[in-house]
């Protein structure tokens, strides 16, 4: 059981992993200043190709659960993301996010009575703590609408995330079904904003097109399938504290692929993040044989032991 939970956990740490290396491709394969553009392309597409290969639509209810979640994870979430990363300085975008979770914890204990514990509460500070160091730089003047961009950003895909646990999926549904619903719904959202904020989309040269690619289908389709895969099988505090692989990721692809620099407190910020990740993955404690005789809440699905940072063009590394 332990083996299979480790396997589970590091397969859904392919997504923030994945989602660390969007700041690589944007900065240098696809055009500037086209964030929405950018959050549109990676979602909408990516959620038509899942939805062409499964075939399946939302039924009764989970049309509304359906665009709320997608609205949720994907339609809010990229451009409250995009909106703070123009706005803030150096990773302080990454910094707030990394709060996500203490959020899941808190919205955890409300909506699927998860009592929180004193381990998790201080996992997410640790957490939080080691992000800064790796992400964050020179001080500069805080934007307030960009702070509260961040924050809105982080609650969106918190929530979404705990949600996400809860109603579970209709029977018979699989992950790769739910995502396609999420991400056409998210994407739906965003298209309106984007060409009403933006224009039309630019002239793309191949190295744009692979990079779009590249963003939709591993960055989105694949990664977000992993994400809410891992969402109904590990606790929604379980998969949260995966969230700070992305800004390690892209530190570690900024080193290794733009010739970036790690100064100590930035490896030190690392140990601390990845060690804060590792510990948030501790399963629960056994509850008594009468509570785990209960039937879930409607439409959840019976699992082991039980959000994410599209990314925009900064040095933070979020879903």
């Known amino acids: ?43 909408l597409p990516a959620g038509l190709v899942l939805l062409a290969l499964v075939r ?9 659960k359906a665009t ?53 509460v201080v996992t997410g500070v640790v957490a939080a703590f080691g992000v800064s160091l790796v992400v964050l730089r020179a001080a500069g003047a805080l934007d307030v609408p960009g702070v509260a961009a961040a924050l809105a950003s982080t609650a969106s895909m918190s929530a979404g995330t ?30 309106p904003v984007a060409f009403l904020a933006e224009g039309a989309p630019p002239a793309l040269d191949a190295p744009a097109v692979g990079g779009y690619l590249y963003l939709a289908l ?17 606790t929604a505090t379980q998969v949260t504290f995966l969230g700070p692989l992305s800004p390690l990721t892209a530190a570690v692809t900024g080193w290794a692929a733009l010739g970036e620099s790690l100064t100590p407190p930035q490896l030190a910020g690392m140990a601390l993040a990845f060690g804060a990740t590792v510990a948030g993955q501790a399963g629960p404690r056994a509850r008594p044989a009468r509570a785990a005789e209960r039937p879930e809440r409607s439409g959840a699905r019976v699992t082991a032991p039980c959000p994410a940072p599209a990314n925009a063009p900064s040095r933070q590394g979020s879903a």
């Not at 399946?56 to 509304?64: E, F, H, I, S, Y």
């Not at 809860?166 to 999420?182: D, F, K, M, N, Y």
């Open 68 to 120: 709320v979640l997608g609205a949720l994870n994907i339609g809010a979430f990229f451009p409250l993301l995009f909106l703070s990363a123009y706005r803030l300085p150096g990773g302080m975008a990454a910094v707030v996010g990394s709060v996500g979770p203490l959020l899941v914890v808190g919205l955890s204990a409300l909506l699927l009575g998860q009592r929180p514990t004193a381990r998790h």
């Open 1 to 43: 059981m332990a083996a299979n939970r480790a396997t589970l956990a590091a397969l859904t740490a392919l997504a923030p992993v994945s989602w660390g290396t969007t700041y690589a491709v944007t900065t240098e394969f696809l055009p500037p200043d086209r964030p929405l553009f950018t959050g549109l392309v990676r979602a």
């Open 218 to 234: 591993v960055n989105t389709a694949i990664a977000y399938w992993l994400w809410f895969r891992g969402i109904g099988r590990l």
């Open 56 to 64: 399946v639509l939302p039924r009764g209810a989970w049309w509304w």
């Open 162 to 191: 705990v949600l996400t646990k809860r109603w579970g999926r209709p029977e018979g549904v699989g992950p790769l079904a739910l995502t396609g619903w999420q991400l056409t719904a998210g994407g739906l959202l965003i298209a």
